[in-house]
């Protein structure tokens, strides 16, 4: 008898003699779809080379400079090697790594103070001395934090005057976004088949625009300005002097 409420899944009876018996396992079809759906950053952020340098021109970074890197994959995607060429040897890297707090966050859903999934306040500069640090960059943690008033006001806090602060997110979640995948039968397929085994449904990703962090920011920045690229946004803004 059909399922009443089929899914992706609901019809791969069809394919065991192809892929075997596994395919019919929830559990193996729950561990396949996590193992392609995640662990994706790295990959991406390599390919995209061009917004990367864009996000270190903007940070205007020099050599010396103390530096705080807060993110998920930071060291994966490249960016402590990257930073550290630009800085060199006398410079300072600080990592705030939160992609198994961000995974965590997602599986248990935990909900932050704005009502978003997998967000949270973002306390681990607390122990920084103001104005610590040449420059700040948030490269794909934008959309974890539950407070981006907050989390912009303390990392501003620990920065120089006259410095720039930079965000860069690859885009996952956010009405456009939806959109583009509910635009096309094969990505609307794939994307429902892997997320109704990951354990959260892609409709609740936490996002933040770019103009919800403009408004974020307002006062707080000067001449702050946003980008986006094939679905990477990028804020940046200085630290009035």
């Given at each position: 008898m059909a399922d009443k409420h089929p899914t992706p899944w609901s019809f791969q009876p069809w394919d065991v003699k192809l892929c075997g018996e596994d395919?019919?396992?929830e559990n193996e079809q729950k561990r396949w779809a996590r193992a392609i759906f995640l662990g994706g950053l790295p990959y991406m952020w390599r390919k995209a080379d061009v917004i990367r340098e864009l996000i270190y021109d903007r940070m205007e970074l020099r050599r010396g400079d103390k530096v705080l890197l807060l993110g998920e994959s930071i060291e994966p995607c490249g960016f402590v090697d990257d930073v550290r060429e630009r800085i060199g040897a006398e410079g300072e890297i600080r990592v705030i790594e939160i992609l198994e707090e961000a995974r965590q966050a997602y599986f248990t859903r935990r909900i932050g103070v704005g009502g978003q999934l997998a967000t949270w306040r973002f306390n681990y500069t607390s122990d920084v001395p103001d104005g610590h640090f040449d420059t700040v960059a948030c490269l794909q943690g934008v959309q974890h934090t539950d407070d981006w008033l907050a989390t912009g006001t303390e990392l501003l806090r620990i920065m120089k005057p006259g410095r720039r602060i930079a965000l860069g997110e690859i885009v996952l979640g956010g009405h456009e976004y939806m959109s583009k995948i509910r635009s096309d039968m094969h990505i609307e397929y794939i994307f429902?088949?892997?997320?109704?085994?990951?354990?959260?449904?892609l409709e609740e990703a936490p996002y933040y625009s770019p103009e919800d962090l403009l408004t974020a920011f307002d006062g707080l920045v000067e001449d702050p300005h946003v980008f986006e690229w094939k679905g990477i946004?990028?804020?940046?803004?200085?630290?009035?002097?």
């Open positions: 395919i019919l396992d429902e088949k892997l997320f109704s085994r990951i354990g959260w449904n946004e990028v804020f940046w803004g200085r630290k009035p002097a």
